[in-house]
């Protein structure tokens, strides 16, 4: 998974191009480009554009995205907002487009559900990283046209990341050498279980390489197609209220209160029917 972030700038830059360190959201800030993985740790990243860069454009000009045939395998890839373009090694949320009304296919929107669940891993991510190491939330050092001013704020950056997936690190260190009673735990998954793991024909159609030249979007595709044919919802929830067409003995039965027994309540059905 991958995302990008923007690190605060607490001094105005005296540099050349201090005008493009203007963020959208901070008045001076440095882009950062996050790779993590499940377990929080940041497993690569690209820090010192300037604010006013796009995640796109950073994350082009990443290792992973120039040589990526050194980094994933046929089925292997990364999952992101819709800032990034899709890729075969790279798997964003469909975009809402001004021409269709900004309403995605049902299919899409349920794609960017079920996507939205494993992303949600970069933001605790960024959360820790930030909430660990107060100094990225407002970096007090001045950037000027002297490269070192840069790379000093850089090094620091380096040393938070390091720090940062030590102590996750440690953490799991800490709880796996934590003594716990295994007749208290029930809940268990045997390690033989048959259910453990997914049926095979599902990982067979999830591994299904892709070729290197195929087109952008069909790993996206072929994915979105995978969950529309096995995703099963939850729940189906429809607002009671935006549906008129209930009786009052509908509306009774299914909140479980009668509202007839209710003067000012039954007046509010009346109207509804």
Partial sequence: MQDGTLLRLGIEPESDD????????????ITVNV??????????YCAGYPGSAHDNRVWRNMKQHRDPESYFLENEFVMCDTAYEPSWFCVPAFKCVVGDGLHLHPHKT???TVLAKPRVVCEHTMGLWKGRFCWLRNIRMKITNNKNSIKRILRYIDSTIVFHNMLLDWREAEDRN??????????????DDANRAPPIAERE????????????DMRRTQLMQYICETYIHSYNY???????????????????????????DSSVVSELD
């Fill in 35 to 44: 790779l993590n993985d499940d377990e929080r740790r940041i497993r690569s």
């Fill in 178 to 191: 934590t003594a716990w009673d295994e007749s208290v735990v029930t809940d268990l998954t045997s390690i």
């Fill in 110 to 112: 349920l794609f960017n």
């Fill in 238 to 264: 429809s607002p009671i209220q935006d549906d008129l067409s209930l009786s009052h003995g509908d509306w009774s039965s299914m909140v479980g209160y009668d509202f007839s027994t209710d003067g000012d």
């Fill in 205 to 216: 159609v999830l591994d299904q390489p892709i070729p290197l030249h195929a087109l952008n």
């Fill in 18 to 29: 201090a005008a493009d360190y203007h963020g959208r959201k901070f008045a001076y800030s």
